[in-house]
């Protein structure tokens, strides 16, 4: 499976809560931390503006940098510095962030982890959590497309435990560099291109892009009896793999009546699952996600024998046999 940072807090397994579930090792099979919480500060942090060390090399965002050692003591305050101001939407507690980022040890530089040689960004939620609260005070206000910097003191890092196979001290101050490359909210949608619906035997989807909840209409006929999976908009990011997780909007209804059983659009939150784990669940909405591009809608039948068959959960709208109809706004993959 693909590695899981250890950014993330443990989220229970659910339709709508399902979070990814790695092993925590890198490539290279050594454990690596990333900001996962250990820890919760009980008031927020002052943030001021210094000291940081010095970047030198690889200042462009996107690109890997070098950082220097720390300069003498640290504060004991959370640092934070904008490096390059974006001019993207600004990032707001409880948001999902996608970021590139290096961290390393202040007293030493020496790097603890980065997403960049990995070339697959951090999809997280500023949530008090699922993230160390570092970044979470650090992130809050800032703009999509900037470049932050960071020295997060034990407190809002990892604890007096500090993170043991990461070669984290519990006194050990932490530098981040944090390329924002994107962020989400309950608000957020597909933004792809529209695809014409030509086909009258399938359900029409509205096309709307405001985060509301995508119109459905289920033609009166038969469903189709195999998987059918088709793009609404599509967008132009990478195909999603079948090891992946995916963080998004989604509706699923039930095909006789287009009753809704489950949505988080309108609902104030987003949904995060892994497609493994979903193979387990409703497998035919795994396959009909894999290998559909990143920023997309799309459009999931699923026949029963690749959804709940003759056995649907207790006490809803789907009944044996049903077949299922799904609209997923993919907004990021990790």
């Not at 989220?11 to 090792?25: E, F, I, M, Q, S």
């Not at 590139?100 to 202040?106: A, E, H, K, T, V």
């Not at 500090?162 to 608000?187: C, H, R």
């Not at 957020?188 to 030509?198: F, R, T």
């Amino acid at each position: 499976m693909r590695r899981r940072s250890l950014l993330f807090a443990a989220v229970p397994a659910g339709l709508v809560t399902l979070a990814a579930c790695g092993d925590g090792k890198s490539s290279s099979g050594k454990v690596s931390a990333s900001p996962s919480p250990s820890v919760s500060s009980a008031s927020p942090p002052k943030i001021v503006e210094g000291p940081l060390p010095a970047i030198t090399a690889g200042t462009k965002f996107g690109e890997k940098p070098k950082v220097a050692k720390g300069p003498g003591e640290p504060s004991k305050n959370l640092a934070v510095k904008t490096l390059i101001a974006g001019s993207g939407r600004t990032v707001a507690e409880n948001d999902f962030v996608q970021a590139n980022y290096l961290g390393q040890i202040w007293d030493t530089g020496k790097v603890f982890d980065n997403s960049y040689d990995r070339k697959s960004p951090l999809v997280l939620q500023l949530a008090a959590g699922s993230v160390i609260d570092g970044w979470r005070y650090a992130l809050a206000g800032r703009k999509v497309g900037s470049r932050i910097e960071i020295a997060v003191p034990p407190q809002w890092g990892y604890g007096k435990a500090g993170e043991p196979q990461a070669g984290i001290k519990g006194t050990d101050t932490l530098v981040f560099v944090i390329d924002v490359i994107d962020s989400f909210n309950s608000k957020s949608s597909a933004k792809g291109k529209e695809v014409p619906q030509s086909d009258a035997a399938l359900p029409k989807v509205a096309t709307n892009t405001d985060g509301s909840v995508p119109k459905v209409t289920v033609p009166k006929s038969a469903p189709p009896k195999k998987l059918v999976s088709t793009y609404v908009l599509e967008g132009d990011g990478p195909e999603l793999k079948a090891d992946q997780t995916v963080l998004c909007q989604f509706q699923g209804l039930v095909w006789d009546g287009g009753q809704t059983f489950q949505r988080t659009y309108g609902s104030g939150r987003l949904s995060q699952f892994a497609l493994q784990q979903m193979q387990q669940a409703v497998k035919g909405l795994a396959e009909g996600l894999t290998g559909k591009k990143v920023g997309s809608r799309v459009l999931i039948v699923v026949p029963p024998e690749l959804g709940y068959g003759d056995t649907p959960p207790s006490g809803g709208v789907i009944k044996k046999g049903a077949t299922l109809v799904f609209t997923v706004d993919i907004l990021a993959a990790m």
